[in-house]
Every structure is written in structure tokens, then in C-alpha cells.
């Protein structure tokens, strides 16, 4: 091997085949770094904290009754790591591994998900899995007695560990815990002082604030007895509930043992009574309906025209953001580029401080402005605008705010693509007796388009999916009358996927959001592959 050096540099060695030849042969620097005791340390504190993950991902998994599957899959990529970490060769796989876990884990997996949730009734009375649901509809089923017979009770502790010491109507003293149910007195450890018992079975006594420290354990605590349960009704009484529905794992059957009503389980994902369809239990849980969403998305009347109405507004605020941001800033731009205006710099850095602030916090802020009865700007004009009341003037209002939020980044991006603009062209262009529009037309508009076109695909992207403008300042108001779903007249794709999903009142569909999610997905992405095809040819320009 010979080595080459050049002045200075230090000496490196040079291996026949590049840098790849260099890393396979253990002569590159980031290779002999594994091999000094510092490399050797952090890797093993890494492996060892990824380990120790994988260790605490199976025990969760094991502990939630989870698939066989998860555990196979955590087991098998720990010890793949271990594997590749630990050898000295596949260098290029430990810089790869990394970032495709990453990607696995931040982008392919939420889009995968989303995708699965589309076809899925989950929503709001539907989250559950089916046996979380039948444990659900067995606990609320659960009702005091009529005549029950009410307990004296006695708050109790071991540990983490709570009891009750009971005493029934006819004076028979119990130990009432969750797992034994009611254990005879006689048959346990007593310990009494004066008369009074502070210990039973490795169970001691609770001061009445003592137990109210912890009266959460204590309101959940259910003692399990042949006629139902004893819970606790005070701190100082307790009494008897029972359990009036039953599910029967064999026949897959619900039975109200208190109305004699059957309740068998539907493809809806809902427990309903065989003889009267119309009786359903809550919750239910989710279940795979099809492209059900989907169909009710294009053929619902109620959920297609809001839709319809909110993907039209959502072209054209994009459009009307990305090309007003764009006009602004470059005509601030040009104006900024003059040499003879004095204190362009000062100029240039107010241009910017809309483009500094925090964004939650001025669409806030724009939003009392434009209150209609308090707002500074209705105080400052003396008329009581709707600026955010009425839908038109509340898309105009969203379309101004987001003006304001988007021209300075236009504004520095035309500035540096104006900067780079040879001064010759303009020179020759006066020569010929070119005027100011045609300097711009011919020369100034195509050498930016350049340099900007990527910029303006990307903005219209970014204001396709502009949530913060929209929800901070209008929350997708006025609503559309008549929608099934909650939408406004200002909502984009994205704030009408979020209400849908997560806000109340005809919402928490979140099988209904992760379908317009997907949609909007597949619009985003042919939006992006049409604007790819049109700025191809500035691209050819370019080179």
C-alpha cells in the first residue's frame, strides 16, 4: 500500500477502488474509529440502550396479551442490530439503518396506519377491541340492589395493596380483598389493641386521611361475593352490587339476565338484540367495513357537498396564498434591489419580522384584531366588518393573515434569486432598447422562475396543508348548514380531516378522517407530480 500526501494535509492512505475500498479494508478514518476504546464504548452504550428497549418493548407486549408476531419482530431486529453493530464489516449498513428505521417508524408506519383506518368503522363508541368492549358493557351492567344489605367498612392497606374490614347487618366481621373476596376473621392473623383491630393478615389499619389519600384505589376496590360485588359507598360503608348482563364466550351470546333480552354480535361492530334490531349495547368496537368510508365520502349527499365545497376552497387558498406571497414578495423584492434607495438594510430586516414571529401566537393576535364588535381594525375604520362572521369575508380574512405570514419568505428568496442575476443582461437589454416591462418579461421573470419554481411547488404543498392559519384563526368557521360532518367555510382538507376526527358534535369519526386524509394524500401527490412535469423544462433551462 502506498500513501499520498499533499501540503497541508495529512497523510492518508490511498487504497486502489476509492473511499468503498478504503471502508472495506478498515483503512477509513470513520472505520478506525470503532476500533479505539471511545468507539467501542459508545457503541456499547448504544447497543445497550437499544437492548434494553427491545427487552422493555417485549415484556409490554407479553403484558398486554399482544401478538406472537411482535414479539418474533422485536427479537429478530435486536439481534440484527447486535449483529451488525458488533462486526467490524457493513459499514454502509450501520449508517443505513438508522435512517430506514427512522423512516419506518415516522413516515411508512403513520401513512400504513392511516391507510388500515380508512376502512375501519373507528370512531367515537367504536375504539375499543370487541372483548375491551364486552368487559366495558359487563362492568356498567353492574347495579346496587334493591334490598342489598350495607356493610360497615373499615379501610385497610398493604403496600400498594387495599382491603376492606367489613361488618355485616348481622355483625359478622370480614376481610374484604379483590382477589379472596370475603375471608372470615377467624381464619386470618388479627392483631387488636385495646379492643381495636389494627392489623389483619399482613393488612394494617388507615387513618381516615390516611385513606383518603388514596381514595381512588379505595372507590375502584370490588370485592368479588357468589351474589355480585361489594364496593364501597363511603369511607365508612360499603354494599352489594350485582351484575345484571352475562357474555357467553361458547355461544358468543350477551344476555340481560335483568330484561331476558339476547344480544348477539353484528358485522357493525355492536352487540343487538336478536328480536328487536333497533336495542344496540355502547360501546362497540371497531371493525373492517371496506371502502364504506370512501362510498360515503363521493355518494352521501350530506358528507359530499361540504367536501366538494371544502377541496375547491382548498385549491384556491392554496393558489391565492402561494401566488399573493409570491407577487408581494417579489415586488418588495425589486423595489429592495435598487441601488439608489438609501437604507436598504433597514428595509430589508422590517420586511422579515413578520417571518420571526411565532405563528400560533400573531394568528391569535389577528383574530382580536379582527373581532367585529372589539376589534381594534373595526375600531380604527368605524364600520363593524364580519371578518371572521360572515364566509366570504372570512376566506378573505384567512387569504390577508396568510399573506402576512408568507410574503418575507418570498421577499428573501427573490432577493438572493435577483442578486444572482448577471448585471451584463440588463446592460445589453437597455442597449437595445428594451423598456422596464420587457427587461422583467424576458429576462428578470425567467431567470427567477428558475431559481424559484421548486419553491412555489413546495409553498403550494405547504398551504394545501396550512393548518395553523386556518384553525388559530377561524377554526374553519362560519359552519356550512347542513353538513353531517362538522365543516366551515373556511376549512381546508386538513382542519376538516382534524374536526372530523377528534372535535365532538358529529365528529370523532376517525375512520371518516383517515379516509379524507387518504384522499388528500392522493391529491397532494398528483399535484406534485403535475408541478414535477411543469418545472421540468426551467430545469433543462438550468443546465
Known amino acids: 500500500m502506498t500513501t499520498t500526501t499533499s501540503p497541508g494535509t495529512d497523510t492518508q492512505p490511498s487504497v486502489p477502488g476509492g473511499v468503498d475500498a478504503a471502508i472495506r479494508h478498515g483503512d477509513h478514518p470513520l472505520s478506525r474509529f470503532g476500533d479505539t476504546l471511545m468507539g467501542v464504548f459508545v457503541k456499547l452504550v448504544l447497543l445497550g440502550a437499544v437492548n434494553g428497549l427491545g427487552v422493555l418493548m417485549i415484556v409490554r407486549i407479553v403484558g398486554l396479551d399482544g401478538p406472537w408476531w411482535g414479539v418474533a419482530t422485536v427479537a429478530v431486529t435486536t ?5 451488525i453493530y458488533l462486526g467490524k464489516r457493513k459499514l454502509p449498513l450501520k449508517y443505513l439503518i438508522p435512517g430506514t428505521i427512522f423512516l419506518l417508524i415516522f413516515q411508512v408506519f403513520p401513512f400504513v396506519y392511516t391507510f388500515y383506518i380508512a376502512f375501519t368503522n373507528y370512531g367515537l363508541g367504536q375504539i375499543l377491541t370487541q372483548d375491551q368492549a364486552i368487559e366495558r358493557i359487563e362492568r356498567v351492567s353492574i347495579r346496587t340492589l334493591p334490598d342489598a344489605p350495607r356493610y360497615g367498612a373499615v379501610p385497610f392497606a398493604d403496600g400498594d395493596d ?38 389483619v393478615d399482613g393488612y394494617e389499619r388507615l387513618s381516615l386521611g390516611a385513606a383518603q389519600d388514596r381514595i381512588d384505589a379505595f372507590t375502584a376496590l370490588r370485592i368479588p361475593v357468589e351474589e355480585g360485588e ?20 361458547d355461544t358468543g351470546l350477551l344476555t340481560d339476565e335483568l330484561t331476558g333480552a339476547v344480544y348477539a354480535p353484528s358485522d357493525r361492530g355492536r352487540f343487538v338484540n336478536v328480536e328487536d334490531p333497533a336495542d344496540t349495547l355502547s360501546p362497540g368496537w371497531r371493525v373492517v367495513v371496506g371502502t364504506e368510508n370512501f362510498v360515503r365520502a363521493f355518494t352521501n349527499e350530506a358528507i359530499r357537498g361540504p367536501f366538494a365545497r371544502v ?33 436598504r438594510r433597514i428595509y430589508r430586516l422590517a420586511m422579515i419580522v413578520p417571518y420571526a ?37 372570512a376566506r378573505f380574512s384567512v387569504v390577508l393573515v396568510n399573506l402576512w405570514f408568507g410574503f418575507p ?51 403550494f404543498a405547504f398551504n394545501f396543508n396550512n393548518f395553523n392559519v386556518i384553525y388559530l384563526l377561524t377554526g374553519g368557521n362560519p359552519p356550512i348548514a347542513g353538513a353531517a360532518t362538522p365543516a366551515g367555510h373556511t376549512d381546508i382538507l386538513i382542519t376538516y380531516t382534524y374536526r372530523i376526527a377528534f372535535e365532538s358534535g358529529g365528529g370523532q369519526d ?10 388528500t394524500f392522493v391529491l397532494v401527490a ?6 414535477f412535469r411543469w418545472i421540468r423544462p426551467l430545469e433543462e433551462i438550468n443546465e
Open 79 to 83: 439481534l440484527l442490530l447486535d449483529g
Open 162 to 199: 387495599v382491603a376492606l374490614l367489613l361488618t355485616s347487618p348481622d355483625d359478622e366481621v370480614f376481610l374484604g380483598t379483590p382477589d379472596d373476596g370475603l375471608l372470615p376473621l377467624a381464619e386470618l392473623d388479627v392483631t387488636e389493641v385495646d379492643g381495636r383491630i389494627v392489623a
Open 230 to 249: 361489594i364496593e364501597l359507598v363511603s369511607l365508612s360503608a360499603a354494599t352489594m352490587r350485582e351484575q345484571t348482563r352475562f357474555y357467553d364466550p
Open 311 to 343: 377541496l375547491v376552497w382548498t385549491y384556491a387558498f392554496a393558489f391565492l396564498s402561494t401566488f399573493g406571497t409570491f407577487a408581494l414578495g417579489l415586488l418588495l423584492a425589486i423595489t429592495m434591489n435598487d441601488a439608489r434607495l438609501k437604507g
Open 357 to 393: 414571529l411565532p405563528t400560533f401566537m400573531t394568528a391569535l393576535i389577528w383574530r382580536g384584531m379582527m373581532n367585529r364588535s372589539f376589534g381594534v381594525i373595526n375600531e380604527m375604520i368605524g364600520v363593524a366588518v364580519p371578518w371572521l362572521n360572515d364566509p366570504n369575508w
Open 409 to 459: 419568505y418570498m421577499f428573501l428568496i427573490s432577493t438572493a434569486a435577483l442578486q444572482s442575476i448577471p448585471s451584463d443582461l440588463y446592460e445589453a437589454a437597455s442597449v437595445d432598447g428594451a423598456s422596464g416591462w420587457q427587461r422583467f418579461r424576458k429576462i428578470t421573470l425567467p431567470l427567477l422562475l428558475i431559481a424559484t419554481a421548486p419553491v412555489l411547488v413546495s409553498t
Open 510 to 519: 376517525y375512520g371518516m378522517g383517515a379516509t379524507i386524509a387518504v384522499l
Open 526 to 531: 398528483a399535484m406534485a407530480a403535475l408541478s
